[in-house]
């Protein structure tokens, strides 16, 4: 499975990743909205974990890029803030399927990651558990 974590706070991302990686997931990091969009456009993924509040950039955007280039990628939107704690999250974004606080513990957050990516094919072409 591959995942792509849209996450500006380096030390938070590089967490998730190194804890994805373990469990044996191909998981890659983007610090900003340009790199996460340049890797989307060029790399199949299954699961695109985002940070919502992005350093004063649209996360949204990646988003609604996924959408358009890969539209099976799921999306598990995290945050540090109250914004869209609503649900309204689900509204704008047809490819969201978790909304999650960025203090998540890693193993749920791993937990999450395989529920939403295990039950679709995979960027790499592969069924789940095969």
Do not use: C
């Amino acid at each position: 499975m591959r995942v792509l974590i849209v996450e500006s706070r380096s030390e938070l991302g590089k967490l998730w990743q190194r804890h994805l990686q373990r469990l044996g997931m191909e998981a890659d990091r983007a610090g900003t909205q340009e790199e996460a969009l340049a890797f989307l456009a060029k790399t199949p993924v299954d699961i695109i974990i985002l940070d919502l509040v992005m350093e004063d950039e649209p996360a949204l955007a990646v988003s609604s890029f996924a959408h358009y280039r890969q539209p099976n990628a799921q999306i598990i939107f995290v945050t540090s803030t109250s914004f869209f704690s609503d649900g309204s999250i689900f509204a704008h974004s047809t490819n969201a399927r978790a909304f999650l606080s960025a203090d998540i513990p890693p193993d749920d957050l791993a937990a999450m990651v395989e529920h939403y990516g295990g039950s679709q094919n995979h960027a790499s072409g592969a069924l789940a558990g095969g």
